[in-house]
């Protein structure tokens, strides 16, 4: 599972090629994480926007790389 998305995520699907056969993309319960995200400058990265998209592209990275992928996508 990748959870919490962050910023820099985008070399993971590469990185488990190979070691992982199904990969779950999902957001993190951020109301627990809300504190780390803010002293780091990151709320941005809390919004559904960056999920969304972030989200998507490695969920599809991964089944390019022949993982099996599921995204999933909820307004939490």
């Excluded at 910023?7 to 779950?24: Q, R």
């Excluded at 957001?27 to 999920?51: I, P």
Aim: hydrophobic share 40%.
């Amino acid at each position: 599972m990748i959870a919490p998305i962050l910023p820099g995520a985008g070399p993971l699907p590469e990185a488990l090629k190979g070691k992982v056969d199904y990969v779950m993309v999902d957001r993190m319960n951020y109301n627990h994480a809300d504190w780390v995200f803010t002293k780091y400058k990151l709320r941005d990265k809390v919004s559904d926007d960056f999920y969304f998209q972030t989200g998507h592209e490695i969920a599809g990275a991964c089944k390019k790389l022949g993982m099996n992928a599921n995204w999933y996508f909820n307004n939490v």
